[in-house]
């Protein structure tokens, strides 16, 4: 039994999340979770909010509360949402847990202990109107390079440039849109990036199993310019895990805090802590506690590579600790929306709560995984949505469960007939399954989401082109006993298709299961065997409509609805 461990990005507090971002992390780590499960291996599936920085303090500011009361109950909102999704994660921590706090401390000291932070004195921009200092990306104006006159404080959207926030021409506060700003001198601790660079170039190198947008991403940010940089690990704000070396107060760094792309990924092992028994989360996580066997992937969008392939490895590798360092890196480009960008501010393209009140679950998790972003952005259309779920969940998976079961209980009751035996049709099915499956399993632990999809749907049609050749309503009236056969046959199809959809459609799975009256969830590791699993005189049920279509009307309302349009 293999075992993985397997985590996805975390999201941002500050609000419910939209339909690109469920698709560029959760939801194909949940895909693969789910399917290392079903093949008996063992999973530890780890995920957490986002919870420190400023946007969390604006967003606490914004609603009139408390940031650690904001936080709290954004967990949960985001923690139900998650479950609507049937997200399996075997946890859903927070980065302000004490547990992330105290693991944060610790590496911020074993780091300083092996020589790699330094104390930086710097000037930054101070916002007199805010009375704060203002993160880069708080502040914009125009880019000195190329006049872009949105250009934020880190870098400019239009040229690219990577800037500091005292390059911009007349810039101002993105909070209060006050120009009243001033440098002020101040002092923040640096993680010495630099001189891992050459280990994390050889590490990186080694991966040559990565996806090519995973290393791309990496290597640009190593070589191009003057490439790796020694970068901020501290902020002047009061949210956040107070800096600390260790245990022991930091001198010189009273009042501020961890920078957040410092103590966010280290969630990832403190979110094992908060779930584990005891001792049980370093089996996970520490190479002399028993981790060397352990596969550990994570899940992501692109525009998180960086942190993932350069800063939290530095962390881990800076330590000089026995932690466990990720193995696979399955990055995702953007989901866009008809042609744009989701908003949330214009009200733009469908969420993750706004998802689940017009649609069930499942719906969602297949069209999005047979269409996600894996090789270049995707582009979600209401009428590429229509089409797809129609065609696959409606025409194909569920008409056949449907003609099925009611032809049998029309003809033979609601119990599998036992008339009749396999001939050449059946044995060639049975043959073409058998390689679609293995093809399926190659690709799902390959974790090539959108080929897995490919062949899941082929499986299904396989069974509809079957069905329709055979055509047992029309044989049953010469040959009843052969008709009793074919749909023996296809009874078992309908357990089959359940165990192999479960990791894409975990509800749908579960209703067939149901209708099909087995707890029998075994993978078809003998394809043969598989389906005859549900013997003659075995009973079902048959199961409501499972996949009701979209109409024109619905799709022209959500259209609408999702648009960002303001009357």
């Known amino acids: 039994m293999a075992r993985h461990l397997i985590t996805s990005a975390i999201p941002y507090i500050n609000g419910i999340k939209h339909l690109g971002n469920l698709v560029g992390s959760q939801l194909p780590a949940d895909l693969f979770a789910r399917y290392q499960r079903a093949r008996g291996n063992e999973v530890l599936f780890l995920c957490a909010t986002d919870e420190h920085g400023t946007p969390a303090e604006l967003a606490a500011a914004k609603a009139n509360k408390p940031v650690a009361e904001y936080c709290a109950e954004m967990h949960e909102v985001q923690a139900r949402i998650a479950e609507g999704f049937g997200l399996s994660f075997d946890h859903f921590g927070r980065s302000s847990s004490p547990e992330n706090h105290a693991l944060t401390q610790h590496f911020a000291g074993a780091l300083s202990k092996a020589g790699l932070i330094e104390e930086v004195a710097e000037t930054q921009i101070y916002s007199k109107t805010d009375g704060r200092f203002l993160p880069d990306r708080y502040i914009e104006g125009t880019c000195p ?83 790796l940089q020694d970068r901020g690990i501290t902020r002047d704000l009061n949210w956040g895990v107070p800096v600390k070396n260790g245990t022991e107060p930091w001198p010189g760094m009273e009042g501020k805090v961890f920078y957040v792309w410092f103590d966010a990924p280290i969630e990832y092992i403190a979110c094992s802590q908060e779930w584990a028994k005891g001792d ?5 996580w520490r190479t002399d506690k028993g981790a060397d066997d352990v596969t550990y992937t994570q899940f992501m969008g692109k525009d998180n590579v960086p942190f993932h392939t350069l800063s939290f490895p530095a962390t881990i590798l800076g330590s000089q600790e026995p932690w466990k360092l990720v193995d696979y890196i399955k990055s995702f480009n953007y989901l866009n929306y008809e042609g744009g960008q ?226």
């Open 280 to 284: 049980e989360w370093q089996r996970w």
């Open 342 to 567: 989701f908003s949330t501010s214009r009200g733009r393209g469908v969420f993750m709560d706004q998802a689940l009140e017009i649609l069930p679950a499942d719906v969602w998790r297949w069209w999005l995984l047979s269409n996600c972003p894996e090789t270049s952005d995707a582009e979600f259309t209401w009428e590429g949505f229509q089409s797809g779920v129609n065609k696959d969940l409606s025409d194909v998976l569920g008409n056949f469960v449907s003609r099925v079961t009611k032809f049998c209980r029309s003809k033979f009751g609601e119990t599998v007939p036992e008339a009749g035996a396999f001939g050449p049709a059946e044995a060639a099915l049975i043959e073409t399954l058998t390689t679609r499956t293995r093809a399926y399993e190659t690709h799902m632990q390959a974790m090539d989401v959108r080929k897995s999809a490919q062949e899941l749907r082929a499986i299904w049609a396989a069974g509809n082109e079957y069905l329709q050749e055979a055509a047992p309503w029309t044989l049953f009236k010469t040959d009843p006993d052969q008709a009793a056969a074919q749909i023996r046959l296809a009874l078992n199809l309908i357990r089959f298709y359940a165990v192999l959809s479960a990791p894409f459609m975990p509800t749908t799975s579960a209703k067939l299961f149901v209708a099909m009256n087995t707890l029998d969830t075994s993978w078809p590791d003998d394809v043969e065997a598989a389906l005859t699993a549900l013997p003659a005189g075995h009973e079902f049920t048959v199961p409501d409509n499972l996949f009701a279509k979209i109409t024109d009307d619905e799709r022209e309302g959500w259209a609408t609805r999702f648009s960002g349009k303001r009357d």
């Open 145 to 227: 390079n190329c006049g872009f006159e949105d250009a934020r404080g880190d870098q400019c959207d239009n040229c690219t440039k990577q800037l500091d926030p005292t390059d911009l021409i007349n810039p101002h506060s993105t909070i209060s849109g006050s120009t009243d700003l001033e440098e002020r001198a101040t002092k923040h601790l640096y993680l010495k990036q630099s001189q891992l660079r050459d280990t994390l170039q050889d590490w990186i190198n080694s991966k040559t199993d990565w996806p090519v947008l995973t290393t791309s991403i990496a290597n640009k940010w190593l070589n191009d310019g003057e490439g």
